[in-house]
């Protein structure tokens, strides 16, 4: 049976084996240093243990980002800092493609396997829609704010190549060329207020029961977070049985649920109903570094762990999370959890959770569009002076990012670091 959780295209050729320079060498040792330093490899607590202590950490891919090469790289980097899941789209090459990068991490390093968790919308969503806009139409003298406001590089008005090898919207009259990448959107939409011609257009989908369910029975999916705008629980009741015994090939199942009023409760223990067991998401994403950017998402956690009459499940936060949300938690004492260091554990095995009586009131945090941005900075960088490589192939790099990872993750982890 499936735990459940309620949250406040090309694929990638299989790479060649490669012999790595001395220096190279050395980066890369000092990459299973690191993770051996803080005890990642050596912890054997599941997901569901990490759920139930309080400390459990989800990366969030997109439910709409399909650039394949930087989810596996940011699937790596975020498997060797010890994340309990990873999520992405419900597309077989995104679902091959983080596979591929936890693979690869754990080929490094012995760690642990996340759950891999694909996510789905009922209806129409904010996570489940493109940009798009004809370059031909954009004035010459436009200041391209789109492309400034992409905090996906998913715009691009120069004659150049995704990094999937996609060239979108071409202008062979030699005007404005490029548009948005379409793999790289994930519909955050900061684009289109800003367009000062008028020009962006989003086209929004949804994804199909019948090709989930199909997906779903892979041995490499382990969980299923469907999106739902809490209105009205037929579209998601649609879904649900469109699902049929797919479900039962899962360990975990998430509903994101926004912030909906005072119907909210209501419609958690609806959708309860419907459902066997599940997981609650957050707000609807936000990718904002502020400390201003997580306090919504923290006041809707503050209601929903103050309603007794809330369904039975995990608590996750998600939706505006960045690295000011473990601080902003604990102000309110919804921040429980242990840290991860020898006393905690006996032959390998986690005992925090025998430690206490009752599951955290949260159950852990999921990382988004900031987690992406911390990481993605560098394998812009690496790409740029590189090519389009895996970071492992650049250890320098790779170096960089986990320590990226690590200081985010070892937030909610409680890793002890040493600067």
């Known amino acids: 049976?499936?735990?459940?959780?309620?949250?406040?295209?090309?694929?990638?050729?299989?790479?060649?084996?490669?012999?790595?320079?001395?220096?190279?060498?050395?980066?890369?040792?000092?990459v299973r240093n690191m993770v051996k330093s803080i005890g990642i490899h050596s912890i054997r607590s599941s997901p569901v243990d990490s759920l139930k202590n309080g400390n459990w950490v989800k990366l969030i891919c997109g439910a709409s980002f399909e650039d394949v090469v930087d989810i596996r790289n940011l699937s790596l980097v975020?498997?060797?800092?010890?994340?309990?899941?990873?999520d992405c789209a419900a597309d077989e090459s995104v679902v091959n493609a983080v596979n591929q990068g936890i693979e690869a991490a754990r080929e490094i390093v012995e760690v642990g396997r996340p759950w891999v968790m694909i996510s789905v919308n009922d209806d129409e969503d904010l996570h489940f829609r493109k940009a798009e806009f004809d370059p031909a139409d954009c004035p010459q003298d436009c200041s391209r704010p789109c492309e400034i406001v992409c905090p996906a590089n998913a715009i691009s008005l120069e004659k150049e190549k995704s990094s999937a090898g996609h060239l979108w919207n071409t202008n062979d009259e030699g005007k404005k060329q490029g548009g948005v990448l379409t793999e790289r959107c994930y519909g955050c939409g900061r684009c289109i207020p800003v367009c000062p011609f008028d020009?962006?257009?989003?086209?929004?989908?949804?994804?199909?029961?019948?090709?989930?369910?199909?997906?779903?029975?892979?041995e490499d999916i382990d969980a299923l977070e469907i999106h739902t705008s809490g209105r009205q629980t037929l579209h998601f009741r649609s879904l649900w049985e469109g699902l049929g015994d797919a479900?039962?090939?899962?360990?975990?199942?998430?509903?994101?649920?926004?912030?909906?009023?005072?119907?909210?409760?209501?419609?958690?223990?609806?959708?309860y109903s419907i459902m066997e067991r599940r997981l609650l998401d957050g707000r609807p994403m936000s990718g904002d570094i502020g400390r201003g950017a997580t306090r919504e998402s923290i006041a809707f956690a503050v209601r929903l762990v103050a309603a007794s009459d809330r369904p039975r499940g995990f608590l996750q936060l998600a939706g505006g999370t960045n690295a000011h949300t473990v601080a902003g938690l604990k102000k309110h004492g919804l921040f429980q959890t242990k840290s991860f260091s020898e006393e905690n554990f006996e032959d390998g095995q986690s005992k925090v959770g025998s430690l206490r009586p009752l599951d955290a009131p949260i159950g852990g945090i999921a990382y988004g569009g900031y987690a992406r941005k911390v990481v993605g900075r560098i394998l812009?960088?690496?790409?740029?002076?590189?090519?389009?490589?895996?970071?492992?192939?650049?250890?320098?790099?790779?170096?960089?990012?986990?320590?990226?990872?690590?200081?985010?993750?070892g937030t909610v982890k409680c890793y002890n670091i040493l600067s």
Not at 247 to 254: D, N, W, Y
Not at 382 to 403: N, R, W
Request: charged share 15%; hydrophobic share 40%.
């Open 380 to 409: 812009s960088s690496m790409q740029s002076q590189h090519g389009l490589t895996c970071i492992e192939e650049s250890p320098d790099y790779l170096l960089k990012a986990l320590a990226e990872a690590l200081a985010l993750v």
């Open 1 to 30: 049976m499936a735990w459940s959780c309620f949250s406040c295209t090309a694929s990638i050729p299989l790479q060649p084996q490669v012999n790595f320079r001395p220096s190279s060498q050395k980066c890369l040792q000092d």
């Open 247 to 271: 479900i039962h090939h899962l360990r975990l199942v998430a509903v994101s649920l926004p912030d909906v009023g005072d119907s909210t409760i209501s419609t958690m223990n609806a959708m």
């Open 78 to 86: 975020y498997t060797l800092a010890g994340v309990d899941c990873i």
């Open 199 to 218: 020009k962006i257009r989003v086209h929004t989908y949804v994804r199909d029961a019948a090709a989930t369910s199909e997906l779903l029975r892979r």
